[in-house]
């Protein structure tokens, strides 16, 4: 059968385990990946239509789906027992330093923060303004990072006092897929 006799079914209904078979009326099999990617990414507003494969279904299902930007919070905490915060960050994008002062309030207000564990296994890093603006509210002082260019040094970020978790023991979990910027907290951290 033809894919566009099939029904649209709305976004919602999509399911993990799905396997797309094909986007806007071309099979993905016909295509190389990066051509399937440039499909499916457009305007926020347009209209993209998967067909889908999905097990326990003998007929492909189409979705029209709206493509939209979609924005992931890159901090999430809450206050364990005896004050200790679960900070778990996901990845260094726009706001992520904003984000973690929210959350240091919000610890805060739920009572007193006696020390942190900082979770940044799986963080692929990020941008490094962030990392560092993070990285100064857990120091009292001294260097986050410096680079340098044949021994000489051109850039380098320093903590100032007063950061919000600064008087508190941290705990920093990393693991095999902590990268980059989320390297960078640890190193400056420890």
């Known amino acids: 059968r033809d894919l566009h006799s099939f029904p649209t079914r709305r976004s919602s ?16 099999q016909n295509a190389t990946f990066d051509n399937m990617l440039k499909k499916m990414r457009g305007a926020p507003g ?41 900070i778990r960050l996901k990845q260094f994008q726009d706001h992520t330093h904003d984000e973690l ?15 942190v564990i ?13 990392a560092a603006d993070v990285a100064d509210e857990f120091l009292g002082g001294g260097q986050i990072y410096s680079m340098r260019h044949r021994g000489v040094v051109v850039d380098e970020a320093r903590a100032r006092s007063g950061g919000a978790f600064a008087n508190v023991p941290v705990v920093i979990l990393v693991d095999e ?7 960078l907290v640890a190193g400056a951290l420890q």
């Not at 209904?13 to 993905?28: F, R």
């Not at 002062?101 to 020390?115: C, I, T």
């Not at 900082?118 to 962030?130: A, I, K």
């Open 13 to 28: 209904d999509l399911k993990h385990g799905d396997q797309i078979i094909a986007v806007d009326g071309e099979y993905v």
């Open 46 to 86: 347009t209209h993209v239509k998967l067909t889908i494969k999905r097990a326990g279904t003998k007929e492909p299902l189409t979705f029209d789906l709206v493509r939209q930007i979609i924005r992931v919070a890159s901090v999430q905490a809450k206050l364990l027992d005896n004050g200790v915060a679960y």
């Open 177 to 183: 897929w902590s990268a980059s910027a989320a390297e």
């Open 118 to 130: 900082l979770d940044m296994r799986s963080n692929p890093g990020g941008l490094v303004d962030e």
């Open 101 to 115: 002062l929210k959350a240091a309030a919000a610890l805060r207000k739920s009572g007193n923060v006696s020390g």
